[in-house]
T-cell receptor, first 113, second 111 residues
Framework: NAGVTQTPKFRILKIGQSMTLQCAQD?????MYWYRQDPGMGLKLIYYSVGAGITDKGEVPNGYNVSRSTTEDFPLRLELAAPSQTSVYFC????????????FGPGTRLTVL | GDSVTQMEGPVTLSEEAFLTINCTYT??????LFWYVQYPGEGLQLLLKATKADDKGSNKGFEATYRKETTSFHLEKGSVQVSDSAVYFC??????????FGAGTRLTVKP
């Protein structure tokens, strides 16, 4: 099993550009999450999904969009990138809602200049 | 939603010192609780967990006991090593859109 994979590992964007961060998991997990981690800070939940076709906003959803067309994939879309979106983005997945042990991807480091 | 409050860092210890990182939770009922560790340049990985009150989770010499009377899940290790230098996060279950991780505690262990 590859676990949770994320692409790309690094990306530099110019202000106003758009991009999609890819996330995939091969563990047949229903729950998937996107977090951002600013330098020296904790994790903030951007969006989360309880299954294909179902997504919900987390703590900091503004400037982002997600879709969940399959159980495996959960891409995060940035429209009109801004410097405030410079961060490390982590995708995670879990099997159970109650015993919510999350498996994290390696992260995507995004810089917006 | 369920949330945790975690001791702020950074924490700097000498090798073989005793470690405690405090975590208290706010929740309806008694959710599962987790400690995750993040080594430099990596994603988070599960360190240990407790699924119900009075459970003790343990892994790699770390322990945490889920104490419902004090709503706490403090992380402890009797003798830290340089390789334990990392950021530690306390987190509650269950999954929800307002689930909140702890802020993270950076531990540096000096030889």
């Amino acid at each position: 099993n590859a676990g949770v994979t994320q692409t790309p590992k690094f990306r530099i964007l110019k202000i106003g550009q758009s991009m999609t961060l890819q996330c995939a998991q091969d563990m047949n997990h229903n729950y998937m999450y996107w977090y951002r981690q600013d330098p020296g800070m904790g994790l903030k939940l951007i969006y989360y999904s309880v299954g294909a076709g179902i997504t919900d906003k987390g703590e900091v959803p503004n400037g982002y969009n997600v879709s969940r067309s399959t159980t495996e994939d959960f891409p995060l879309r940035l429209e009109l990138a801004a410097p405030s979106q410079t961060s490390v983005y982590f995708c995670a997945s879990s099997y159970s809602q109650l015993l919510n042990e999350q498996f994290f991807g390696p992260g995507t480091r995004l810089t917006v200049l | 939603g369920d949330s945790v409050t975690q001791m702020e860092g950074p924490v700097t210890l000498s090798e073989e010192a005793f470690l405690t990182i405090n975590c208290t939770y706010t929740a309806t009922g008694y959710p599962s609780l987790f400690w995750y560790v993040q080594y430099p340049g990596e994603g988070l990985q599960l360190l240990l967990k407790a699924t119900k009150a009075d459970d003790k989770g343990s892994n790699k010499g770390f322990e945490a006991t889920y104490r419902k009377e004090t709503t706490s899940f403090h992380l402890e290790k009797g003798s830290v090593q340089v390789s334990d230098s990392a950021v530690y996060f306390c987190a509650p279950g269950p999954a929800s859109n307002d689930m909140r991780f702890g802020a993270g505690t950076r531990l540096t262990v000096k030889p």
